[in-house]
């Protein structure tokens, strides 16, 4: 496996994807494999995977055949209701907008974890916890933070309904400005002459 630098480039780095299915990094000149491209994300690398030939962005299916060598691993991170759910999204009219707030939670919970982190470090005389200790101490935890989590999906589940409601509302006031034939409260179409 090729070693990721650890200094960050102000640039992407390339890789590219030729027919045979290997991945060439250009900037180490050689062949890596997904379990390398997964190291680039592990150290937060900025990259971009190309078709070799047609200059095709291949980036995100390189990332979800990452995601599908570990979810078809031990330990899988999504249910298989949960994914299905997923899938029901894919064309549905809310599809933009059910990406956007897996995105925003997702940075939300690595953003709580990145405090927890800098506070850790507030207590142990400014050294970071090690995973380990970091993992006995969520599990410790664990109640505290599923009960905080059900809070907070509670919350988002009512400020969808919120949500919900505004948008119906805004569409039968909308919607009612217009005269439509047979529609009650539509102007004049429903009263008689």
């Given amino acids: 496996m090729t070693t990721p630098t650890t200094t960050k480039k102000s640039a992407e780095r390339l890789i590219k994807k030729y027919p045979n299915r290997r991945l060439y990094d250009t900037e180490t000149s050689t062949y890596i494999t ?33 995601i599908l060598e570990e979810e078809s691993g ?14 029901r999204f894919y064309g549905h009219a809310m599809q933009g907008m059910m990406g956007t707030y897996l995105e925003k939670n997702i940075q939300a ?19 970071a916890l090690n995973p380990e200790v970091w993992s006995q101490f969520m599990n410790m935890q664990a109640p505290m933070m599923q009960g905080m989590m059900t809070n907070y999906i509670e ?39």
């Avoid at 031990?74 to 899938?87: A, E, H, N, T, Y």
Wanted: net charge negative; hydrophobic share 35%.
């Fill in 109 to 127: 919970f690595i953003d709580i974890q990145q405090k927890l982190s800098e506070q850790s470090k507030g207590i142990y005389d400014g050294n």
């Fill in 74 to 87: 031990g330990l899988p991170m999504f249910s298989s209701v949960m994914l299905s759910q997923i899938i």
């Fill in 34 to 66: 997904l379990s390398d491209v997964k190291q680039l994300v592990l150290d937060q690398e900025d990259f971009k995977v190309l078709d070799a030939k047609s200059n095709d962005d291949l980036t995100r299916s390189i990332l979800l055949q990452i």
């Fill in 155 to 193: 919350q988002s589940k009512n400020m969808f309904v919120q949500m919900q409601e505004q948008m119906q509302n805004q569409a039968k006031s909308m919607f009612n400005t217009f005269p439509f034939p047979g529609q009650q409260g539509s102007g004049s179409s429903g009263e008689k002459k």
